[in-house]
């Protein structure tokens, strides 16, 4: 157990480090059922294993790009136009806004004794100096910022790299690391690989289908609403859901600027529509979608995911999830060892001989 604990401390203390990989383990995890069906149907069949595999993976890295590309190119090019059509409108849009605002806070002023009024003034006066302030601060710090996330961005750089060796090996490294322990410890060692890659992958399938009912809750919300590229923005708003914290902000944002410039009367119907997803979504779909998959009951995953909350922040309710389950799984592992059972919780298991 405090091998377990200094383990899954190393890796929060280096988690910035490991995020690029862990994404590109999760990708492989996605893409590796279509490289090996991929590397079984392509002719010539039963030859040169190796080429047809590294054959394979080049195919899906190929339709890997195209569908990011595609869909890259419906975001950008709905984001543009409602860039240029923003900006185009963007003196009418502040200069309205400004003159409402002001009048809104005259009316309310003038109602205020003379002496309150000339504080509330005064105060204005130094809140905006303050905003000033920290909206430089803001700018110095994300410059100081870039140094120590370069190892970050380093990391990205390599994912295609990793990715492809992760796709082309898979097999021969886990043989590798199976070859490092004894044979009676390689057993084990195999069957806990397998119970982690199960409850992540259930984990991953969780998280797919959470995207997708975000995805289409934000379609048909544009769509009642009328809001011009509805399909792009709810794709947009299912893969954000993958981002932790910052994604469903990010693709509220751009839902808010493109119906800001092609749609200005529904700005905040657009704003209510996404608060309204993320409210069901942490209240409602995250409990119960991942008690479901992970297998832990909603009461249960609920307590977890504020005691992640509370221990490490948006990498605890990332993670304390799967890990939960799978340390549970671990321990029906061992238990069932311990007490030389042969029937384990989860299938694909070496029974002991």
Known sequence: MLGVIAFIWVIYLVRGFLLPFAIGLVL???????????????PPRKKWPG??????VVLVFILLICLV?????????????ATVTLIDNTPLFISDALDRVQQWLDGIISTLPPDMQQDIRDAFSSGGMSIGTTVRD????????????????????????????????????????????????????????RIIEQVLGR??????????????????????????????????????????????????AVAVVVSLAVAPDKVLWVAL???????????????????????????????????????AGIWGIIFIGPLAATLVEIYKYLHDCYTC?????????????
Not at 69 to 81: M, R
Not at 213 to 228: D, E
Request: proline residues 6%; hydrophobic residues 55%; aromatic residues 12%.
């Open 28 to 42: 492989a995890y996605l893409l590796m059922p279509l490289v090996r069906w991929l590397e079984k149907h392509l």
């Open 51 to 56: 080429f047809r595999r590294v054959f394979a």
């Open 69 to 81: 590309g595609g869909f890259l190119y419906l975001l950008v090019s709905a984001v543009i136009n």
């Open 138 to 193: 803001a700018l110095l710090g994300s410059f100081t910022a870039i140094p120590a996330a370069f190892s970050v961005i380093l990391g990205f750089a390599v994912l295609p790299f990793f990715l492809f060796y992760i796709l082309k090996d898979s097999e021969r490294l886990k043989k590798d690391l199976n070859s490092a322990f004894a044979p009676n410890a390689a057993r084990h060692a195999r069957n806990v690989g």
């Open 203 to 252: 984990y991953i399938k969780s998280q797919l289908l959470l995207g997708l009912v975000v995805g289409i809750f934000s379609y048909l919300g544009l769509l009642l609403l009328g809001v011009p590229y509805a399909v792009a923005l709810a794709i947009l708003a299912g893969v954000c859901e993958m981002i932790p914290t910052l994604g469903p902000w990010i693709s509220g």
């Open 273 to 311: 529509l996404y608060l309204v997803i993320q409210l069901l979504e942490n209240s409602l779909l995250v409990p119960k979608i991942q008690s479901s998959f992970l297998r832990i009951h909603p009461a249960i995953m609920i307590v977890l995911l504020v005691f992640g909350a509370y221990i």
């Open 341 to 353: 059972q042969q029937e384990f919780h989860l299938p694909n298991l070496e029974r002991p001989p």
